[in-house]
């Protein structure tokens, strides 16, 4: 149980959390823990550097900078990574507030604020999640489909079809891979799918853009559709970095676990960003105005390297969503006390009805929201926008100055 009985949060100043013992495997600190495990600060890293190398980047040309152009895309793009940056370190560094390892965001919202903020937090947080999710799904399914047409030259299926067929897939991964730990050899696998189609994408963009002729790097649009393409872009300027699950991560790693954090961040924010960059500004570089929000589908080259680049793609958007959909994961497992053996019979089945379940949800609202831009922009204001930004500043101003709270 937490006690809020230092800090005056209107009426939640006395107000106790019940915080649930994981039934997933973290590592070991004043928590005890099912299965402890003993990350590096490298596997955090590259969990990390999966999501911003995910197969949104892809999109990236199309969504931020052909709404920003080169100045404003350079500068938001630099930004966006810096303050990132510093937000995810205020929440990773509050990982052992008073002596306690919280390994959900929404157990450090508690922590400091008491019984509203945990499940404010827990909802902004899980809003943010699923809708990562539904945007893996509905590039996974972009994927799938853009590889059918470079072979079939009529084109009956419909992309709500692929919609389909990438829910099924996530579901059978989500039920043979039980938490964020076991995915070890997965991410390696993840980190050359996403070197695949980011390589393909860059090159063939690249040699497109030295045949085509001058392109259109101006925003058109009326006044007030260009205020409106700006604020869209920059929502998705924050979905680009930002995982809304640092302490999730966190809580996976060997002690000391800031320390580790920070240096997973610090791997992310420089090294794991360079290929996101290289793709977006070499995407908008060749074809300007008219980049899409899918870059795969611009590029013109062999047949075979387009397919197998698309084929990355979807893969590694099956790998990346299990990722985001880990705390939700956590939170069903723990919920209904799925402590034994991975693949004992209890275990397998609740993960194909709970775990089916979920997607099979998320895959239904993926199908009827197939608008990647603005999904994302929707995403970045509603949900990450809140939960990275202004309340880790917050956490982090009322973590260490308790007076001001």
């Known amino acids: 149980m937490i006690e809020d009985d230092k800090f005056d949060v209107e009426s939640d100043r006395f107000s106790t959390v019940e915080i649930p013992e994981t039934a997933h495997k973290i590592s070991i600190g004043n ?3 099912i299965g402890e495990i003993t990350d590096s600060w490298f596997q955090a890293g590259v969990v990390l550097t999966s999501g911003v190398n995910s197969v949104f980047v892809l999109g990236y040309s199309g969504t931020i900078m052909v709404h920003l152009g080169w100045i404003g895309g350079v500068v938001g793009l630099v930004l966006a990574t810096a303050i990132s940056l510093y937000a995810n370190m205020l929440v990773a560094k509050l990982h052992e507030f008073r002596g306690k390892r919280h390994i959900r965001y929404r157990d450090l919202a508690a922590e400091i604020y008491g019984r509203k903020a945990y499940y404010i937090t827990w909802a902004l947080q899980y809003v943010n999640l699923f809708m990562i999710n539904i945007g893996f799904l509905i590039l996974g399914a972009s994927s799938l489909k853009a590889c059918y047409v470079l072979f079939v030259e009529e084109v009956t299926m419909k992309l709500p079809y692929f919609t389909a067929i990438a829910g099924f897939v996530c579901i059978l991964f989500a039920i043979s891979t039980p938490n964020l730990s076991s995915l070890r050899v997965w991410l390696a696998c993840s980190t050359i799918l996403s070197l695949i189609y980011i390589v393909v994408a860059s090159v063939l963009a690249a040699k497109d853009g030295m045949n085509a002729p001058p392109r259109d790097y101006s925003i058109h649009g009326t006044t007030a559709s260009k205020i409106f393409s700006i604020i869209g872009a920059s929502s998705n300027l924050m979905f680009a970095f930002n995982t809304g699950m640092v302490p999730e991560i966190q809580a996976t790693l060997r002690q000391p676990a800031v320390e580790n954090m920070l240096k997973a961040l610090y791997f992310q924010f420089t090294i794991g960003v360079v290929p996101m960059y290289a793709i977006t500004f070499i995407g908008y570089w060749a074809y300007g105005a008219s980049a ?16 197998a680049a698309n084929i990355s ?20 497992d723990t919920k209904f006390k799925i402590t034994g053996g991975a693949f004992e019979l209890k275990s397998l089945t609740f993960r194909i009805v709970a775990r089916g379940g979920y997607l099979v949800i998320s895959s239904t609202v993926s199908a009827l929201l197939p608008f990647l831009g603005d999904f994302e922009s929707l995403t970045g204001a509603l949900s990450t926008f809140p939960l990275t930004f202004i309340l880790a500043s917050h956490i982090n101003s009322c973590g260490y100055k308790a007076d001001s709270c």
């Open 292 to 307: 899409s929000t899918y870059l795969l589908s611009n590029v013109s080259g062999p047949v075979w390297v387009k397919a």
């Open 313 to 332: 793609a979807f893969l590694q958007s099956v790998v990346a969503l299990h990722i985001f959909a880990s705390p939700a994961y956590e939170y069903m």
């Open 31 to 33: 928590l005890r823990c």
